[in-house]
C-alpha cells in the first residue's frame, strides 16, 4: 500500500487503507494501471489544452506523450486532463472575452483532482497566460512548456510571417499593388507546418515571458515546432517537473516579483506584444505580487529592441532560434544590469546561471546591447486627459515620425460602425487625421478583441500612405504595426474619457512626454458626459454577462474581480 506518511496531495486520493482509497484506486485500474502506480510517486498532472479547433496546438496529442515519458522515467505517474481550449485564429468575439474562464477551468481541474505537480501545454495566444494563471491560484509545483512557432513562411522567394503578412497583403490589394490570386495562393506558404505563428506575435511573446519568468526551461521560447528538439525539451519537462515535486518548488518561489521585472525588460528586448502587458498583469495579480502599469513603463523605457524580428523587423522565430534564441538575450540584459539574476527557474537555478554563458551565432537577428535593432523597445505607457489610467503603444512597431504627432480625430463608434463607414469615399479623412475607435474594450466589445490596428482606408492606402495614429480601448494583434495607442483606460463603455471624443476634435500625442491629451475644454466635456449613456450589456445569460459584471479594466490586467489573489494551495476536501 502507498505510504501514509508521504506529504503529497495525491495521497489523500490513493493513499488510504478504507473505501474511499479502495474506490480511487479500483476505478483508476479500469485503465489498466498497475498497482505499483498507487505507492506514493507524484503524480503529474498534464493539462492539455489540444484541440483541432485550435490549431496552434493541434500537435498536443504527441507532445503530452512525450511528456509522460519523461514522468515515468523519473519515477511520477503522469496523468493527461484536458482543458477549454482558446483558439485565436477561429474563436468569436475574441479568445480574450475566455482567457479567465480558461483559467477557472485549470484552477478547479487541479484544485479538484489528486495532482502533485502539474505540466501546462500552453501554444496559442491566451492558453498561455490562462494556464498559468489558473495554476498560479493553486500554488503547486508547475512548469510550462510551449508548443512552438511554425517553420518560416515561404512565399515566392520572399519570407512571410503568420499575421503581420496578412495585414500587409490586405493593404496591398486595397491600394491595387496585389492580385486577390496573388493573395489567396499565399494561404498555404505562411502556415506551412505545426505550431504557432511564428512572427514575435503575442504566441512568440508569451513563450518568451514563460522563459524570462523562469517558469519554463531555457530554450522553451524558440524551438520550432516541428523541429525534434521540441519533442526532447518535452521529455525533459517530464522529468523535471517530477523533481519539482520533491523539492517542493511552487510557483511562488519562481513568480516573484523579480521575475516579473524581468519579463517586462525581456519584452522589450525582444519588440515583444503588447498583449503581453494584460496578460502578465493579471498573473501578477494572481500571484499576490504588487504590480502595476507603471512598473512596465519604468522597467521598459531605456531597454532596446535587440531582436530583428516581424512585425518590428525582418526575421521570424526560426531564425531567432538558430541565433540563440532568448538565452542570448537575457545575456545582453544580464550583462547591462538588467536582469534579477537571481531570480529562481523551474530548472531549479537561478535565470543568470542558466544564460551567462548563452552564445549567440547571429547578429544580425540578435544585436548586441550597444548596437541595437531599435533604440526603443519597451511598451510605452500613455497618460492625460484621454487615458487617466493609461494607454499602452509599441515604440518598436511605429513610425518614428508620428511619435509627436497633433491631428483631427475621424471617430467610429464601435467596429460595426468603423466597417461601414472607414471605405467610404466621402470620408473626411487625410493621413494627418488621427483616427478612433470607441467601445472596443473589456465590456464594449465584449473582450476587447484585437481590433486596434485598424486598416486605413482605401483612400489613403492608394496615396502609398501606410501608417497613421490611431487609438483605441481594444488590443490589436501581436503580429500587427503602426503607430497605435491601445487599451485606453478606462474605456468607452466604462464611461471613460473616450466615449466623448467627436469627429473634429484635436488629439495630441507625445510619445517621449507620455502624453494622450484631447484638446476640448472641461465644461464641453462635461456637457457630453451629461448627454452620454452606457451602451447595453451583450448578454442577459451565461458567461458573457458574468464577465460583463466583474472584469477588470485593462490596468488591472482585465481578469476577474473575484479571481484576484494569492489563494494558496488547493485543499482536498474528503468524498462522504
Not at 308 to 331: C, I, K, W
Not at 355 to 361: H, K, N, Q, S
Not at 432 to 456: D, Q, R
Not at 460 to 470: P, Y
Request: charged share 20%; hydrophobic share 40%.
Amino acid at each position: 500500500m502507498p505510504d501514509e506518511g508521504r506529504k503529497r496531495r495525491s495521497t489523500e486520493w490513493f493513499g488510504k487503507a478504507d473505501k474511499d482509497g479502495f474506490a480511487h484506486r479500483s476505478w483508476m485500474k479500469n485503465q489498466g494501471l498497475p498497482q505499483h502506480l498507487f505507492d506514493g510517486r507524484p503524480v503529474i498532472g498534464i493539462c492539455n489544452t489540444w484541440s483541432e479547433l485550435t490549431p496552434c496546438n493541434a500537435h498536443f496529442r504527441v507532445i503530452a506523450e512525450r511528456v509522460k515519458r519523461g514522468v515515468y522515467e523519473a519515477g511520477g505517474f503522469p496523468l493527461e486532463f484536458p482543458v477549454m481550449s482558446l483558439g485565436e485564429t477561429l474563436m468569436r468575439p475574441t479568445t480574450m472575452m475566455f482567457r479567465n474562464l480558461a483559467s477557472m477551468d485549470v484552477e478547479e481541474s487541479i484544485r479538484a483532482n489528486p495532482i502533485d505537480g502539474v505540466v501546462l501545454l500552453v501554444g496559442c495566444d491566451k492558453t498561455t497566460p490562462a494556464l498559468l494563471m489558473g495554476a498560479a491560484s493553486c500554488d503547486l509545483p508547475a512548469i510550462a512548456l510551449s508548443g512552438g512557432p511554425m517553420l518560416n513562411g515561404r512565399y515566392r522567394g520572399e519570407q512571410i510571417g503568420s499575421g503581420t503578412h496578412v495585414w500587409k497583403f490586405d493593404a496591398m490589394v486595397k491600394a491595387g499593388e496585389m492580385s486577390m490570386q496573388d493573395f489567396m495562393d499565399a494561404e498555404a506558404s505562411m502556415s506551412r507546418s505545426i505550431g504557432h505563428c511564428m512572427t514575435m506575435g503575442t504566441a512568440s511573446t508569451m513563450a518568451s515571458m514563460v522563459e524570462a519568468l523562469g517558469m519554463g526551461l531555457p530554450t522553451n521560447a524558440a524551438i520550432p515546432a516541428a523541429d525534434s528538439r521540441r519533442n526532447t525539451l518535452a521529455h525533459l519537462v517530464g522529468r523535471r517537473i517530477v523533481e519539482m515535486v520533491e523539492e517542493d518548488l511552487r510557483m511562488s518561489k519562481v513568480l516573484t516579483r523579480g521575475a516579473f521585472e524581468n519579463a517586462v525588460r525581456a519584452n522589450g528586448a525582444i519588440g515583444g506584444s503588447t498583449n503581453a502587458v494584460i496578460h502578465l498583469l493579471a498573473l501578477a495579480g494572481r500571484m499576490g505580487v504588487h504590480f502595476t502599469l507603471d512598473d512596465w513603463d519604468r522597467l521598459g523605457r531605456n531597454v532596446p529592441c535587440l531582436v530583428n524580428l516581424m512585425p518590428s523587423g525582418q526575421y521570424l522565430m526560426e531564425d531567432f532560434y538558430y541565433a540563440g534564441g532568448l538565452p542570448a538575450v537575457l545575456r545582453e540584459l544580464g550583462e547591462q544590469g538588467l536582469l534579477d539574476k537571481g531570480a529562481m527557474t523551474v530548472n531549479g537555478r537561478a535565470i543568470w546561471d542558466n544564460v551567462a554563458d548563452a552564445p549567440c551565432y547571429e547578429r544580425e537577428v540578435i544585436h548586441a546591447f550597444d548596437q541595437p535593432f531599435k533604440p526603443h523597445g519597451g511598451i510605452a505607457v500613455l497618460r492625460g486627459n484621454l487615458a487617466p489610467s493609461g494607454a499602452v503603444l509599441k515604440p518598436s512597431a511605429a513610425s518614428p515620425e508620428l511619435m509627436t504627432h497633433r491631428g483631427r480625430a475621424v471617430v467610429f463608434e464601435d467596429i460595426d460602425h468603423y466597417r461601414a463607414r472607414v471605405d467610404d469615399p466621402d470620408l473626411d479623412i487625410d493621413p494627418s487625421c488621427v483616427m478612433v475607435l470607441k467601445n472596443c474594450g473589456p465590456k464594449g466589445y465584449p473582450g476587447m478583441a484585437e481590433v486596434g490596428n485598424m486598416a486605413l482606408p482605401q483612400k489613403i492606402l492608394k496615396q502609398g500612405v501606410t501608417d497613421m495614429v490611431r487609438i483605441s480601448d481594444a488590443r490589436m494583434s501581436g503580429t500587427a504595426y503602426g503607430t497605435v495607442v491601445l487599451h485606453v483606460t478606462p474605456e468607452a463603455a466604462a464611461g471613460g474619457p473616450l466615449a466623448l471624443v467627436q469627429d473634429g476634435d484635436m488629439i495630441a500625442l507625445d510619445v517621449e512626454g507620455r502624453s494622450l491629451q484631447l484638446d476640448v475644454g472641461e465644461e464641453e466635456l462635461a456637457r457630453r458626459r451629461d448627454a452620454w449613456s452606457a451602451p447595453p450589456p451583450p448578454s442577459a445569460r451565461g458567461w458573457a454577462q458574468l464577465y460583463h459584471r466583474h472584469v477588470n479594466q485593462a490596468d488591472l490586467g482585465c481578469d476577474l474581480d473575484f479571481l484576484v489573489g494569492s489563494s494558496g494551495a488547493p485543499v482536498p476536501r474528503e468524498n462522504h
